[in-house]
Nanobody, 127 residues
Framework: QVQLVESGGGLVQPGGSLRLSCAVSGFILDYYAIGWFRQAPGKEREGVSCISSSDGSTVYTDSVKGRFTISRDKAKNTVYLQMNSLQPEDTAVYYC????????????????????WGKGTLVTVSS
């Protein structure tokens, strides 16, 4: 019923760009905050960015500020993550996740408490 599907991952050279998409079905974006999380091999999952369900405000982890941009298209029920100036340290499986508007996990980039998760898309940054 509720489904989040990521796409747009792939191989890119350092300094390059990718745009990830998170297509949402089963609910509309008005009632859920959407976050992007990533997990690199041997590393813990970390929050990357989140966009609010109410006013569309955004938050980013320090390591991606100025390089990544999260946005949403309500007509398409899709959330995007534009990634510029990619570096090898950005290599990871990227997941999108949804949280009800009553929650407070997404705004603090905490994965625990997110209600629904996609299966992930792999981003590899290498020359």
């Amino acid at each position: 019923q509720v489904q989040l599907v990521e796409s747009g991952g792939g191989l890119v050279q350092p300094g390059g760009s990718l745009r990830l998409s998170c297509a949402v079905s089963g609910f509309i974006l008005d009632y859920y905050a959407i976050g992007w999380f990533r997990q690199a091999p041997g590393k813990e999952r970390e929050g990357v960015s989140c966009i609010s369900s109410s006013d569309g405000s955004t938050v980013y982890t320090d390591s991606v500020k100025g390089r990544f941009t999260i946005s949403r298209d309500k007509a398409k029920n899709t959330v995007y993550l534009q990634m510029n100036s990619l570096q090898p340290e950005d290599t990871a499986v990227y997941y999108c996740a949804a949280e009800t508007s009553y929650g407070s996990s997404c705004v603090f980039l905490r994965g625990n408490g997110m209600d629904y998760w996609g299966k992930g898309t792999l981003v590899t940054v290498s020359s």
